[in-house]
């Protein structure tokens, strides 16, 4: 088993709500014994307790680790009684937009191993992706630690600046809501142009899942991909001319739109 350390000592998951619990749910598929989770929240759903984890129950003294997954305008009510747990011996996981690992520090104290983490709710799926970087005191056996945990729910880089960590947000944190949003948007159109809604969505959907799983598994480039749809003076060619429009097409919108979360979450750091 992987994570014997975190069987033995035990997990806190404060907040267990769409990302925490999504987390967990990877984590146990993974091999964490549901008996060493402990569940932080005030209002738990019932899968929790029906799978011997337990809930809102009293704290282990040093758990193996504590991920942190509530909204950053909860972290001031949910932090301070994790700083007994700040010795050093626990690792500190927060998955929370735009709250700094100086922020946490302030917290947990100057001792405590903590790591940023910025997944997606592909996660839910096993098919995420998770960016982290880790404090001065997070060495490399914690980062280890961390990416094996995360890695039950995607894939995991690692950041070489905490200040990355905006724009990465900006683009696959944020990023599931964007293709969703681009299915609703291919659905609406389908339908402008005479078909029906179940047919759209379901066009919408596989077209975009396929498209999806061919540029990541596929050798060529995503402009390849593109370009292998495209004949000359066809169909594509028509659509692409508007998406690709670099004045107000899809570039600009994208740059808007990445931009703005990644302000947003500059802005959240800021408190
Ligand atoms: N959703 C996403 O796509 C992503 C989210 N994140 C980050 O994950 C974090 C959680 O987001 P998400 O899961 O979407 O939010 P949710 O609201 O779904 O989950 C947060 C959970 O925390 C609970 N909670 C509130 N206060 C406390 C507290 N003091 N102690 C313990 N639990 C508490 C909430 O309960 P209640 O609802 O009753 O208040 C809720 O169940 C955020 O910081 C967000 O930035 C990161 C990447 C992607
Ligand atoms: O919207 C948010 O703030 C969170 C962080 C990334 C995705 N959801």
Same mark, same amino acid.
């Given at each position: 088993m992987e994570f014997e350390d975190v069987a033995r000592r035990g997990l806190v998951l404060i907040g267990c709500g769409k990302m925490g619990s999504a987390m967990l749910r990877g984590w146990i598929d993974g /091999?964490?014994?549901?008996?060493?989770v402990w569940v932080r929240d005030p209002s738990p759903a019932p899968w929790l307790s029906e799978a011997g984890i337990r809930v809102n129950a009293p704290l282990p003294e040093t758990p193996a680790v504590v991920l942190i997954a509530v909204k950053p305008q909860m972290m001031t009510e949910a932090l301070p009684d994790l700083? &007994?747990?700040? /010795? /050093?011996a626990t690792l500190f996981i927060s998955v929370a937009a735009g709250t700094s690992l100086a922020t946490f520090e302030r917290h947990l104290g100057s001792k405590a191993p903590i790591i940023r983490a910025m997944p997606n709710t592909p996660a839910a799926i096993g098919q995420g992706i998770t960016a982290m970087i880790g404090n001065d005191r997070a060495g490399e056996g914690h980062l280890d630690l961390a990416e094996k945990l995360l890695r039950a729910i995607g894939e995991v880089v690692r950041l070489e &600046?905490?200040?990355?960590m905006d724009a990465v947000t900006g683009l696959s944190g944020s990023g599931p809501a964007y293709v969703f949003h681009m299915i609703e948007c291919m659905t609406a159109a389908g339908v402008a142009q005479g078909l029906s809604e179940e047919l759209a969505l379901e066009l919408a959907k596989i077209t975009v899942a396929g498209a999806g799983a061919l540029a990541r598994s596929a050798e060529e480039s995503p402009a390849i991909l593109r370009e292998n749809v495209t004949?000359?003076?066809?169909t594509t060619q028509a659509g692409l001319k508007q998406l690709m429009?670099?004045?107000? /097409?899809l570039p600009p919108l994208m740059i808007r739109t990445i931009g703005a979360a990644a302000e947003r979450s500059r802005e959240l750091s800021r408190g």
């Open positions: /091999g964490v014994p549901p008996e060493a700083a &007994a747990m700040g /010795g /050093g &600046a905490e200040e990355q004949s000359p003076n066809g429009n670099k004045e107000n /097409g």
